[in-house]
């Protein structure tokens, strides 16, 4: 159990997939523009990447080490397309917003990266917890990113404008530049809260 | 002989997906088929309120517009409640700042634009993406055929998303030059 919860926290402070290990960075900035959308990236994300841990790891032991990437990716391009399809089908709306970047999940570094790195390595159970952490920190990390870029960019939280007046909005912050600069911020603040006491890592003063 | 072992797991492990993926299309494909019959309905009233239903033209039966980037896919004719025409709604494609831009406007028959809606398009979300919002095509309803309908004359364009909102401005100003020229051959 203590074992779980660790693999389930590892993916949203220390193995922060976007702040900590940095990759999957590309969705990310192209479509932290808005609330909705982040949201709907990470939720689609998280389905795929718990959906391919899962089979990943009740496959591991079946897999010749020689095809694992191929089967990797098929796995993966098949649980998109799941989710491509059904969003068509049920969250019409939210797919046309998302367009290109649903497709686009299946080269996403972090499923593929948790593949590889842990569920071809570990039980089925604790690559759940794994991609349930993993999927959270992802979505946690979009809610803040694309909170700040859509308020300071756009003026809206949610798509609902400001209850006050006088807020000029930073068209910056919704273009690309904006997302450079937000997530720059945001990692620096992320790896300032939850330092690394690891040898070589983080120097604190001159001590 | 090992290459045909790992080649047959392959493709086991494709046919797996294979099947996996046609029921999920199949279960999926009646749902999004009438959404967008739904949807299709839905756009063609905001944009021709005053029709009760429409016809569809066959392809067979207008002209092609005379451009390289620039096509009309649909018309459809507005028909009222006395079977009476009301008016006629097109549909139109061209290419904007992230590819192609489909739109569908409705015409009244006293040559006024009666709507604009966005059907799709790929412009960056938050910037040309605001091609589809009410505050851009707004501007268009309205406005009569004969009117200037260019950025910088009578529209405005969206900050920052200047060759969308140009690239939807020109296919309006085409089209609307298309049916002053055509509406009589089928009317």
């Known amino acids: 159990m203590k074992q779980l919860w660790k693999d389930f926290v590892n993916g949203i402070i220390s193995e922060n997939a976007v702040l900590k290990l940095m990759i999957g960075l590309c969705p990310v900035l192209a479509i932290s523009t808005t609330v909705v959308n982040g949201v709907g990236m990470g939720l689609a994300t998280t389905f795929v990447l718990l959906g391919s841990n899962l089979t990943i790891a009740l496959i591991r032991n079946i897999v010749p080490k020689e095809i694992r990437i191929p089967v990797f990716i098929i796995v993966i391009a098949t649980f998109v397309t799941i989710t491509d399809l059904s969003m068509a089908a049920y969250f019409p709306a939210l797919h046309k917003t998302l367009g290109i970047f649903i497709p686009l999940i299946v080269v996403n570094c972090i499923i593929m990266g948790r593949a590889e790195a842990f569920a071809s390595r570990n039980t089925p159970v604790r690559a759940i917890a794994d991609g349930l952490g993993m999927g959270i920190g992802f979505i946690l990390t979009l809610i803040l990113l694309s909170g700040a870029r859509e308020l300071l960019g756009n003026g809206t939280i949610f798509g609902a404008s400001l209850p006050f007046k006088g807020f000029e909005p930073a068209l910056i912050m919704i273009l690309p530049p904006g997302a450079f600069f937000a997530i720059g911020i945001m990692i620096a603040i992320f790896n300032n809260l939850f330092k690394l006491k690891r040898d070589g890592g983080h120097k604190h003063g001159s001590a | ?187």
């Open chain 2, 1 to 187: 002989m090992n290459v045909l072992r790992l080649g047959f797991i392959l493709m086991l492990v494709s046919a797996i997906s294979a099947g996996a993926l046609s029921y999920v299309f199949f279960q999926t494909k009646p749902i999004i088929e009438q959404r967008k019959a739904e949807d299709t309905k839905r756009v063609l009233l905001e944009v021709l309120p005053s029709a009760k239903s429409f016809k569809e033209l066959n392809s067979s039966e207008f002209k092609p517009l005379d451009d390289s980037v620039m096509f009309i896919t649909n018309i459809y004719l507005g028909i009222g409640s006395q079977d009476n025409p009301v008016g006629v709604a097109i549909k139109g494609v061209t290419v904007g700042y992230g590819g192609s831009i489909v739109i569908l406007i409705g015409i009244s028959n006293d040559n006024k634009i009666t709507g604009i809606e966005i059907i799709e398009h790929k412009e960056t979300p938050g910037l040309g993406s605001k091609i589809a919002e009410k505050s851009f095509t707004g501007m268009f309803v309205s406005k009569t055929l004969n009117d200037p309908l260019t950025i910088k004359d009578d529209l405005t364009a969206i900050a920052g998303a200047t060759k969308s909102s140009q690239a939807v401005a020109k296919l309006v100003k085409k089209i609307a030059d298309y049916v002053l020229k055509n509406r009589e051959a089928w009317r």
